[in-house]
């Protein structure tokens, strides 16, 4: 079964350590056709009401998709024909063209300040015929 109501496109940014540079690059990739739904939970207790944001996203599972630790793994060449959903991957509701180089004013700070729906993914979970990402 492939998700149903496809309601968004999101752009993945997923983190790498180039080794030539010594330093962590981003890799912009944009998925069509997902389901994105936020949500707002709140929760009582002696210190008044708390409540947080978090959005969970339905994502049919795609031919270039690779597991986090097998892309870390490939080269850089290797590494532009594929996407991975790991934890502390940035999400982008929308296609976002906007590449993360780490200089002011292409930055993870100035990513989140450029677009509204913006989110780290805490958790993924793999089901037979597609993802289900749940980030902050």
């Known amino acids: 079964m492939t998700v149903l109501f496809k309601n968004s496109d999101i752009t993945i940014y997923n983190r790498y350590y180039d080794n030539s540079l010594g330093s962590d690059k981003y890799q912009r990739t944009i998925i069509k056709g997902v389901n994105w739904q936020g949500k ?3 929760t009582v207790s002696d210190k008044g009401l708390l409540l947080a944001d978090s959005t969970l996203i339905f994502i049919d599972k795609l031919d270039n998709y690779i597991s ?3 892309f870390a793994k ?3 060449e290797d590494r532009k ?3 991975t959903l790991g934890v502390g ?3 982008v509701k929308g296609e976002a063209d906007f ?3 780490g200089v002011k004013p292409y930055r993870i700070s100035d990513l989140e300040n450029e677009f509204d729906n913006v989110i780290d993914i805490k958790s993924v979970n793999d ?3 597609h993802f289900e990402v749940e980030g902050v």
């Open 40 to 42: 707002r939970n709140g």
């Open 68 to 70: 986090p630790k097998r």
């Open 74 to 76: 490939l080269s850089d």
């Open 81 to 83: 024909k594929h996407f």
């Open 89 to 91: 991957d940035k999400v």
């Open 99 to 101: 590449e993360i180089t």
């Open 127 to 129: 089901l037979s015929s």
